[in-house]
């Protein structure tokens, strides 16, 4: 049987000649040689699984062998052997890239335990390395769905920046495909094979969003407790996705800025530099422009994320894409859900064509799966589709017959549904501190500026109110 093949470097003849027995005994497929310069020459031939390598060779150090090894881009594991027992040694084999550190003499059963984990650890980086394909594959440029002349751009777009580390700013409302926009773009760039990171900037309470893109040392702020690893240090060199960027507040807007212009970061508490080689795709619903306009978002942030921006339109504004997609998610579906439909009818398509789509291409795969799922027969019809229809221009729903409570219930829903509700730990805080920024800035708004009248109507003290307009960064702004 063969377990693999395994390379075994090594001048000592003796040492050769038991490791050669021992791992021929453990099934493997075994080749020896004496020198670095041999080793060269097999490692060009065969695709090992395993190596084993000394490192006091003839003619180079093993070390040497090792880093041209994996400079080629081999990912067999590498087990260095050394008599000499140095930490110095120990320290550059694994800086190196080697799998693991054996000190001479060794025991039989260490060898052949060592040889069998490397072999597991390869097969899992394999695995790995297909699933990241088969990934790719389901971001493949053809694989947005959609012909309009405003999706043309889009691809044309993606096609030109894929390459390049140039920042991007993915623009539109929600549900219209941002984030498949920005993995597309990942996928199809050089950096394809490294780390795509998303973070939700709107998901994450403030006070803690500095640490989870930077990482805080243990015991910088009360709570830190442990080291946790920021989004850029986890991005690597491959694409670090900002999602909902018109989230992060001002302070936390300065260091990011710092950190795109420098490239350089420091830990939260922390004072090592770290670089930051993450290419940024940054994401929003919001309208930036005016957020700049208003104060809300820096200017020069604004520019430096928008180096290419990409727009993506409403659903509403390219009603012709709708059968494509209906299509698409139709097939998808059944895919998935194992659910049969085999069609739809030409009045329920109507239906859906005419449709405002306020929630765009998302609302419509989950008026999809809705219809599939329920539908009793194998074509939809319109019976099947239970929004409310709406065109644009149409009035938007009456509120005025919804109490406070149910219009902060629907608003939540929607902010539950756009941030996935999802990594919040802080829930509590952070939908107190969404609703108390309007409402402070309603209330100045309403009286002018006039902070002694806004705290009372609001019946707070008036050092709180100061306090919280300094916490929240609050522009006060009058109503003319
Ligand atoms: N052109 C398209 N072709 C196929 N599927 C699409 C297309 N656009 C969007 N989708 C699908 O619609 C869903 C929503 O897309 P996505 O999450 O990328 O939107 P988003 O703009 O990031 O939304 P949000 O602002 O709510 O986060 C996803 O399931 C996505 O795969
Ligand atoms: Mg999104």
């Not at 052949?112 to 490397?118: C, D, I, L, N, P």
């Not at 921006?309 to 390219?318: A, F, M, Q, V």
Request: charged content about 30%.
């Amino acid at each position: 049987m063969n377990q693999g093949k395994v390379l075994v470097v090594e001048d000592d003849k003796s040492v050769l000649a038991v490791l050669r027995g021992l791992l021929e005994d453990d099934g493997y497929w075994v080749r020896t040689v004496e020198t670095g310069q041999r080793a060269r020459a097999e490692l060009k031939e065969n695709d090992f699984d395993v190596c084993l390598v000394d490192i006091n060779l003839p003619d180079m150090d093993g070390l040497e062998l090792l880093k041209e090894t994996k400079e080629t881009g081999s990912t067999a594991p590498i087990i260095i052997m050394t008599a000499r027992n140095t930490m110095r040694n120990a320290i550059d084999a694994m800086k190196h890239g080697a799998f693991e550190y054996i000190t001479k003499p060794f025991e039989n059963d260490e060898i052949s335990m060592q040889v069998k984990r490397a072999l597991e650890s390869r097969k899992l980086v394999e695995d790995f390395q297909q699933l990241k394909k088969e990934v790719r594959k389901t971001y493949e440029p053809g694989n947005m769905v959609g012909t309009s002349p405003a999706m043309q751009r889009v691809y044309k777009v993606i096609g030109q920046v894929a390459n390049t580390d140039a920042s991007i700013l993915i623009q539109g409302e929600s549900g219209t495909g941002k984030e498949l926009v920005a993995k597309t773009i990942h996928y199809n760039s050089p950096r394809w094979n490294r780390p795509f990171t998303a973070v939700n900037c709107a998901a994450i309470p403030r006070e803690l969003l500095e640490s989870e893109l930077f990482c805080h040392e243990k015991g910088s702020f009360t709570g830190a407790l442990e080291r946790r690893t920021g989004k850029f240090e986890l991005a690597e060199d491959g694409t670090l996705f900002l999602d909902e960027v018109g989230d992060i507040p001002l302070e936390l807007q300065t260091k990011l800025l710092r950190v795109l212009q420098e490239r350089e970061y420091s830990r939260v508490g922390g004072r090592e530099l770290l670089r930051a080689n993450a290419r940024i795709v940054a994401a929003t619903n919001q309208d930036l422009e005016r957020a700049v306009r208003e104060k809300t978002f820096r200017e020069d942030l604004f520019f430096r994320l928008k180096v290419i921006p990409i727009y993506l339109p409403p659903l509403r504004e390219r009603r012709g894409d709708i059968p494509q997609l209906v299509g698409y998610f139709i097939d998808k579906i059944n895919r998935e859900m194992g659910t049969r439909v085999s069609g739809i009818s030409p009045d329920a398509l109507k239906l859906l064509e005419d449709h405002g789509w306020p929630g765009n291409v998302r609302e419509l795969e989950n008026a999809l799966i809705r219809a599939a799922v329920l539908s009793p027969g194998a074509v939809l019809f319109p019976k099947d589709f239970t929004f409310h229809n709406s065109r644009p221009g149409d009035p938007p729903p009456a509120v005025d017959h919804l109490s406070l409570e149910e219009i902060i219930h629907h608003k939540l829903e929607d902010y539950f549904q756009r941030t996935k509700g999802v990594d919040v730990d802080n829930l509590y805080s952070l939908v107190i501190e969404r609703v108390e920024r309007p409402l402070i800035e309603l209330t100045l708004r309403k009286t002018g500026g006039n902070q002694i009248r806004a705290a009372e109507i609001l019946g707070i003290n008036r050092n709180t109110l100061r306090k919280k307009i300094s916490e929240l960064h609050i522009v006060v702004k009058k109503d003319v």
